[in-house]
């Protein structure tokens, strides 16, 4: 079975500073990584993906994400948060050839950054 | 493109009330998904379709949920009676493929209370 954990409920960061947000997944196989944002009132949107290949992956609103197969973690990193970027982050993983074809999405993270 | 399309976008109903959702995927995408979201529980999945053939409806909490897709651009999900557990907001989501890799395209929701 394949699972995904978000370890914080919350990250509070300053307006400027680097943001990271947690990720560890579970998984039989070769995993297939998602991210996705949800601002309030609207649907999640896909920021970025790890299929495979190069380990960091860059996705949308200057966002990035890092495979590490050894810590079986998909860290969300941004290099200066902004304000804007306040909202719920959510992970999620599914199984590469054979497996699920259904992600399987954590409990979010709610990002906070501050003025 | 104009994205997924629910409709509506707010329900309010009385317990014992039919509830009918409605959702257009991305024109192209073969695969749709209908999600759940509450604070308690998070996002959970509750069927997937795949080239509008039912394919996991193993999320559907109890016999008064239903979901069709008559085609490939329209699916509803029906409740049929509402409960006040009820109370959500309701997600469809599509993608272009089967295969794990793809990432889904949510729409903007329909916030269901039932009173």
């Known amino acids: 079975a394949q699972s995904v954990a978000q370890p914080e409920d919350q990250v509070n960061v300053a307006e400027g500073n680097p943001l990271t947000v947690k990720c560890t997944y579970s998984v039989s196989g070769n995993p297939y990584l998602f991210w996705y944002v949800q601002y309030p009132n609207r649907g999640l949107q896909f920021l970025l993906k790890?299929?495979?290949?190069?380990?960091l992956v860059k996705g949308s609103y200057g966002f990035e994400a890092e495979f590490n197969k050894s810590q079986t973690s998909f860290h969300l990193k941004k290099p200066s948060a902004l304000v804007s970027d306040s909202a719920l982050y959510f992970c999620a993983v599914s199984f590469a050839s054979g497996g699920s074809y259904i992600p399987t999405f954590g409990r979010g993270t709610s990002l906070i950054v501050h003025p | 493109d104009a994205g997924v399309i629910q409709s509506p976008r707010h329900e309010v109903t009385e317990m014992g009330q039919e509830v009918t959702l409605r959702c257009k995927p991305i024109?192209?995408?073969?695969?749709l998904f209908w999600y759940r979201q509450t604070m308690m529980r998070g996002l959970e999945l509750l069927i997937y379709?795949?080239?509008?053939?039912?394919?996991?409806d193993s999320g559907m909490p109890e016999d008064r949920f239903s979901a069709k897709m008559p085609n490939a651009s329209f699916s509803t999900l029906k409740i049929q009676p509402s409960e006040p557990r009820d109370s959500a907001v309701y997600f469809c989501?599509?993608?272009?493929?089967?295969?794990?890799?793809?990432?889904?395209?949510f729409g903007p929701g329909t916030r269901l209370t039932v009173t």
């Open positions: 790890y299929i495979t290949g190069d380990n």
């Open positions: 989501a599509s993608s272009s493929g089967t295969l794990s890799s793809y990432e889904q395209y």
């Open positions: 024109s192209g995408h073969n695969s």
């Open positions: 379709f795949n080239n509008n053939v039912p394919i996991d």
